[in-house]
């Protein structure tokens, strides 16, 4: 069986990691591995693939930055010429970002079967780049992988037929479990001049939160004063990075800014932070199976169960709402459990049932 996996952007890299390592460990599957070029400085893509041993892609389309149109077609122009000279019998996307749904609708109009890892999650919220790039993405997908079981609910809800969905486990947690051990060696807290349990993790970087001032300005008043009772660490963003200096927060008291980090780097400091501050997806399951306190900064999430049984609490973007949650986020942590199945075999149960569903059409 012939697969060609594809990763674009930043979360895409955590994501992909062990599904190249399960496929490359197979006998009887070849892989392909795309990089779309969707994120391309050094900290926010080669670095991923160093630290998590990804194989070198054996294609980059070097697509680059652009409009959502521009990036997305931009694509689906160079991805389609790589599938018709490969003639996979499927392609495998990750996550939600363009390059996801990009590629999807690429090698669906080619007939080519498609696998959708983290299939299911729905913030309900239409604006969100992700949550057209999720909905589109599952439509067109023969294989629909779910990491937690409201993905069924809300699959089944938009029609998609049960034998097409399968409820597998998170890869970015076979991920982390693989990584733990290596990310404990990394120097950043001694670096950063921080001590376990004593400091505050913050990222941001939807264009909801940072590309409006106004909205930024508020959310980084809150963190100013939070960050008067611990420092807090803020690896920022590039996109975040230029809002920065718009709304004049690149200086506050107990701020301490980095540029991005690297994997190991960054799990280690949320490993021992006292409270995370986001509005990331990933980095609300990250936490929850840490089982450090996460409050994410939006007013939906698509990954419900980090809030039902993990650690994570959506406070939305008021600050008095965000100060407060954060101060008795310190005097009392939210404790939660691991979720069913995020235990580091998602990538192999995906391969499973990739090559059993290719053997029972091939006999
Ligand atoms: C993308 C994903 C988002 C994901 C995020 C993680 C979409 C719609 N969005 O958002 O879901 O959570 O990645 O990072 O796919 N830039 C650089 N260097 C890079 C990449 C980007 O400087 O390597 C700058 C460019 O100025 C670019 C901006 O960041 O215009 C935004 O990049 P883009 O890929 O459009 O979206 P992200 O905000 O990174």
């Not at 194989?55 to 010429?81: C, W």
């Not at 029609?159 to 998170?170: L, S, T």
């Amino acid at each position: 069986m012939k697969i060609v996996a594809v990763a674009g952007a930043r979360p895409n890299f955590m994501k992909i990691a062990p599904l190249m390592w399960e496929l490359r460990r197979r006998d009887g599957v070849s892989s392909y591995l795309v990089h779309t070029g969707q994120h391309y400085d050094e900290k926010m893509s080669k670095l991923f693939f160093v630290e998590l041993n990804i194989p070198r892609p054996d294609i980059d389309l070097e697509v680059g930055s652009g409009s959502h149109a521009v990036q997305t077609a931009e694509v689906m122009k160079r991805f389609e010429p790589v599938l018709l000279d490969q003639h996979p019998e499927a392609v495998l996307v990750v996550g939600d970002v363009n390059s996801t749904l990009a590629c999807a609708l690429t090698a669906v109009k080619l007939g080519i079967r498609v696998a959708h890892v983290e299939a299911g999650l729905r913030s309900f919220d239409r604006t969100m780049p992700e949550e057209i790039n999720r909905l589109l993405t599952d439509a067109i997908s023969d294989w629909l992988f779910v990491t937690e079981t409201s993905g069924i609910d809300n699959l089944r809800h938009e029609g998609i037929p049960a034998e097409k969905i399968h409820f597998v486990g998170n890869v970015m947690i076979d991920t982390l479990l693989a990584c733990r051990d290596r990310a404990e060696a990394s120097p950043i807290l001694d670096q950063l001049g921080l001590q376990r349990g004593s400091y505050g993790v913050l990222t941001l970087h939807r264009p909801a939160n940072v590309d409006n001032p106004e909205v930024f300005s508020r959310l980084m008043g809150a963190i100013e004063q939070l960050a008067r009772e611990l420092p807090i660490v803020f690896p920022v963003h590039p996109r975040t990075r230029r809002s920065l200096a718009a709304v004049g927060a690149e200086r506050l008291p107990g701020l301490i800014l980095t540029e991005p980090l690297g994997y190991l780097d960054f799990l280690k400091l949320v490993a021992h932070a006292r409270l995370v501050l986001t509005d990331s997806g990933g980095i609300q399951e990250e936490t929850t199976v840490l089982g450090v306190p996460c409050l994410t900064l939006r007013e939906n999430t698509e990954r419900p169960v980090t809030c039902s049984q993990g650690t994570n609490r959506l406070v939305g973007l008021n600050p008095e709402r965000i100060v407060a949650e954060g101060l008795q986020v310190l005097t009392s942590p939210s404790v939660g459990r691991v979720p069913e199945l995020w235990d580091g075999q998602a990538a192999r149960r995906i391969v499973d049932i990739l090559t059993a569903s290719h053997s029972s059409l091939a006999s």
